[in-house]
């Protein structure tokens, strides 16, 4: 394989020392581009233009050569393993994603299976493939997968939700038929993220989306057991190097020392927390990821850059452990001069707290 000519995000996420702070975005592959939306209508639709390894790995590429990224993201979706299980997937036109087959009980939970990483799921796999070579060692490739709990409040909803009550009628008044389904979502999730390590990604992610929807104890239950299942067996050594493993809960902040203690390299944060207490409070255990709010992007460009400064100086002079990010996915109406403003700013200001 190619030797990687950028690694900083990898160092940062464990916790080694880097020249600045490395920059990535949630959703940096997306609809903020006009470059990306003409390639989704040539594809026809969204998952259509996930299944296709050329325009996967294109719209994968593209922020890339508008801005100086130090990682690129796998293009793809979190509801690929329960489309793979045979729910149905379909996209409402502003509604978002769908599903034809819901979960409603224990026997639809006993119906479905562990999709195939290589077979059901290939199309993703070949898109890793094509996207490592595309990138020949310029910057790491994230792969990622949404966590149990959240893929399973879509499965039990039917789609999205603000409410989520069908998943929590499940989890309070069947909770063994939640517990399997996690079960099973997790088992898949891993087989899912280790075929796409050995596949080229170089680091992982899982998007526990809504997490912070449960209680405390609800949370540790539902949630965060199954993504510690997860951690625990997953490839964490690929091509001679490590392979770092991000946890994400949005509204998690309260549980920061709980994710840390599954044994992950890094936790992302989202914007509710204060980078410099989510530090006090891990300490030295984690790498953290973000955490400018995602709407930041819409201000002038003097105050994107109050707010890179200011989250940088919360982290503080340490020339480890950080990865800037937006708290959770940058919007499809942001300009994307100002998501250039916006990483240009994060490696300018963060140079002199990396300095020895």
């Excluded at 509604?95 to 409603?104: A, D, L, S, V």
């Excluded at 490739?141 to 149990?148: A, E, H, N, R």
């Excluded at 996690?182 to 170089?202: H, T």
């Excluded at 920061?256 to 944060?269: F, K, P, Q, R």
Aim: with cysteine.
């Amino acid at each position: 394989m190619t030797e990687l000519k950028n690694d900083n995000y990898l160092r940062a996420l464990l916790k080694q020392p880097v020249d600045y702070t490395p920059i990535w975005m949630m959703r940096q592959a997306g609809r903020y581009l006009p470059e990306y939306k003409a390639t989704r209508k040539d594809a026809g639709d969204f998952m259509a233009l996930c299944r296709n390894t050329e325009l996967a790995t294109e719209v994968t590429l593209q922020p890339l050569r508008r801005f100086p990224l130090d990682a690129a993201i796998l293009f793809s979706d979190i509801l690929t393993i329960p489309d793979a299980m045979g729910l149905g997937l379909y996209f409402e036109t502003g509604e978002g994603p769908k599903f034809e087959r819901p979960i409603t009980c224990k026997a639809d939970v006993d119906k479905i299976g562990h999709p195939d990483p290589e077979g059901e799921l290939q199309y993703v796999m070949n898109a890793v493939r094509s996207i490592r070579k595309a990138l020949n060692g310029d910057v790491p490739l994230i792969g990622f997968s949404g966590s149990p709990w959240t893929l399973a409040t879509y499965m039990v909803e039917g789609g999205s939700s603000k409410a989520f009550t069908k998943i929590k009628k499940m989890m309070f008044a069947e909770p063994q038929t939640l517990h399997l389904l996690l079960d099973k979502l997790a088992d898949s999730v891993i087989s899912y993220l280790n075929a796409q390590i050995a596949a080229g990604a170089q680091s992982v992610m899982v998007f526990d989306t809504w997490g912070g929807v449960l209680s405390p104890a609800m949370y540790k239950e539902f949630s965060l057991q199954y993504m510690h299942k997860i951690v625990d067996a997953l490839t964490r050594e690929n091509e001679g190097r490590k392979v770092p493993v991000t946890l994400f809960t949005k509204n998690g902040g309260m549980w920061l020392e709980s994710i840390a203690a599954t044994g992950c390299d890094a936790v992302g944060l989202d914007w509710t927390i204060n980078i410099e207490d989510a530090k006090a409070r891990v300490g030295d255990k984690v790498a953290l990821q973000g955490n400018m709010d995602p709407s930041m992007l819409y201000a002038p460009k003097e105050r994107i850059e109050q707010e890179v400064a200011t989250i940088l100086a919360g982290y503080g002079h340490d020339n480890t452990g950080h990865v800037f990010n937006l708290g959770h996915g940058i919007h499809p109406d942001v300009n994307p001069e100002h998501a250039g403003y916006f990483i240009d700013a994060v490696h300018r200001l963060s140079k002199p707290y990396h300095q020895k």
